[in-house]
């Protein structure tokens, strides 16, 4: 099937978010309206336009934003902090934000009037969504512009954004990153799949025939330095939140409450503790500009394994209830199985070993998309 995502948004008044305690106030205040609807919107498939738009109104796109830009340039921790609250109450929606904040990631190196630019779409409430891997054929002209050619899968959030990053390869192999509008002629944007979990992201295959992409969007990511690490954090909290909201049903449920069940749930608790403490102690390293990919990489192992052992809890706790009472706390247990897929626990304990042991053919972290 093939969808067009949406509608400018120039009527949207957006508001300015200024500082990290705003930004993490708005996100719980949203998180918190976002919650009670989130089983229907699974279990039918509705797509939350209407939640996208509130966080449109409230600025929330645009934290990221630098100060001397004229945004509340959020923290590590906040934005970690954030996502975590909003795994909590509806993971599709973290999982649509975290691919808006990949392109960012990238993009954090540009310069100029290209990163202006950016920042003025921010700033008036547009969001990207971005491919995990795989580029297309990228042809430049002599004027910077770029012609695209060929498919990306999995794009999260497709369905839904302003633009589209799409990673790009010239004959020369440079690679850039075309940032494409949703309406762009030759682009289109076929509904994938609905996975087990994770419904409502509007994942999507892009196809595109000889789309072109003017100059002022095309960026040069030949050199840029650009660490995954953040955005691994990023999906090692939203393990995070979604382990909080699993242990949070176990004690909504009326199931038999045996003694090594009770035990179970406790040392879920204490695991979670240290999955959010991790989470901070890696923040804190990005924010002071560290080597953070081994504090990362124990996060994300250990963010999510706490999210697998938790929505098997909150299974045990209830038993076949779970499934027919209505309140379709089984999508826990499906969003963290869709999610865990994403980064698979081996591969990143192998990564962690290989920089433990110091090796020099270590890979770099990937991004768990």
Not at 83 to 98: E, G, N, V
Not at 103 to 109: G, H, I, P, Q
Not at 253 to 275: C, F, K, M, N, Y
Not at 280 to 308: K, P, T
Request: net charge negative.
């Amino acid at each position: 099937m093939t969808i067009r995502a949406i509608e400018p948004i120039v009527d949207i008044a957006v508001h300015l978010i200024r500082s990290d305690d705003e930004a993490l106030d708005t996100a719980r205040t949203l998180a918190a309206q976002f919650a009670p609807g989130a089983a229907v919107r699974d279990r039918e498939r509705r797509l939350p336009w209407d939640e996208l738009a509130a966080m449109t109104r409230a600025g929330l796109w645009a934290v990221t934003v630098p100060r001397e830009h004229g945004g509340a340039g959020v923290s590590r921790q906040t934005l970690t902090a954030i996502f975590r609250t909003l795994a909590a109450a509806d993971p599709s929606i973290a999982r649509i934000l975290l691919a808006h904040v990949d392109t960012l990631e990238r993009l954090r190196t540009a310069g100029g009037a290209q990163q202006r630019l950016l920042y003025r779409e921010l700033l008036q409430g547009r969001h990207f969504a971005s491919a995990p891997a795989g580029t297309v054929d990228g042809e430049p002209d002599s004027g910077g512009a770029l012609r695209l050619n060929g498919e990306l899968h999995q794009v999260a959030g497709a369905g839904f954004a302003e633009w589209l990053a799409v990673p790009a390869r010239d004959a020369r192999q440079r690679t850039w990153l075309a940032l494409v509008p949703h309406n762009a002629h030759g682009l289109d944007i076929e509904d994938e799949a609905v996975p087990v979990g994770l419904r409502t992201v509007a994942g999507g295959t892009l196809r595109l025939t000889q789309v072109t992409v003017a100059a002022k969007w095309v960026f040069d990511l030949d050199g840029a330095a650009r660490s995954p690490s953040p955005v691994a954090l990023y999906a090692a909290a939203i393990d995070a939140g979604m382990a909080a909201a699993a242990l949070d049903g176990t004690r909504c449920r009326p199931g038999a409450q045996t003694d090594a069940l009770l035990a179970t749930i406790g040392e879920l608790q204490v695991r979670l503790s240290a999955a959010q403490t991790l989470l901070r102690h890696a923040a804190r390293a990005l924010d002071a500009g560290n080597d953070a990919d081994v504090a990362v990489l124990q996060a994300r192992v250990l963010c999510g394994d706490i999210a697998l052992r938790a929505v098997d809890a909150l299974f045990e706790l209830a038993g076949p209830v779970l499934a027919v009472d209505g309140d379709d706390r089984d999508r826990c247990w499906r969003d963290a199985r869709a999610h865990a897929q994403y980064a698979p626990s081996a591969d990143s304990c192998r990564q962690l070993g290989e920089r433990l042991l110091d090796l020099p053919s270590a890979a770099p972290l990937r991004a768990p998309f």
